[in-house]
């Protein structure tokens, strides 16, 4: 069953990643720790850290030791700004088709239910930082992944 919300790729992972270093600020993880933790490709995984990288959100260090750690307080970051630095400014459409056509764009088939979702998505993009997700990955998988690594 396909879900009505849709969430590219890039921006998922750049969510789940964001969440899953914010579980432990002061430590770097490499891409493919992450890829490993995330079950995701290096390759796609190391387009999008690039990304949080150009728009201040992750650290990256390289070399034998490097890897990348969070960049800001996790308690300080929210969704809406992990989502918007993947996929730019999230504006609502009131409009399955983007432009309204329905009754000249004084009625719609759906009412006010793409309204109201993309309004509830909104809310709670911004009013969810990285640091109030971080239990949802089962400390004994990710840490076993982590502790791999040494």
Request: proline share 3%.
């Amino acid at each position: 069953m396909a879900n009505v919300l849709r969430i590219s790729e890039a921006a998922s992972l750049a969510l789940h990643t964001m969440v899953l270093l914010a579980r432990k600020p002061e430590e770097r993880l490499s891409t493919k720790e992450i890829a490993g933790v995330l079950k995701v490709s290096e390759a796609h995984l190391s387009k999008v850290l690039q990304r949080l990288g150009r728009v201040g959100l992750v650290n990256a260090t390289r070399g034998p030791n490097g890897g990348f750690m969070v960049e800001k307080d996790p308690n300080g970051v929210t969704l809406l700004e992990v989502y918007e630095a993947i996929e730019g400014p999230l504006n609502s459409s009131n409009c399955l088709l983007g432009t309204p056509i329905c009754d000249g764009g004084e009625k719609c088939i759906l009412g006010n239910l793409l309204e109201d979702i993309n309004k509830e998505v909104k809310e709670y993009l911004s009013g969810t930082t990285i640091s109030e997700l971080t239990d949802v990955y089962g400390s004994d998988e990710t840490d076993a992944q982590e502790d791999n690594r040494d």
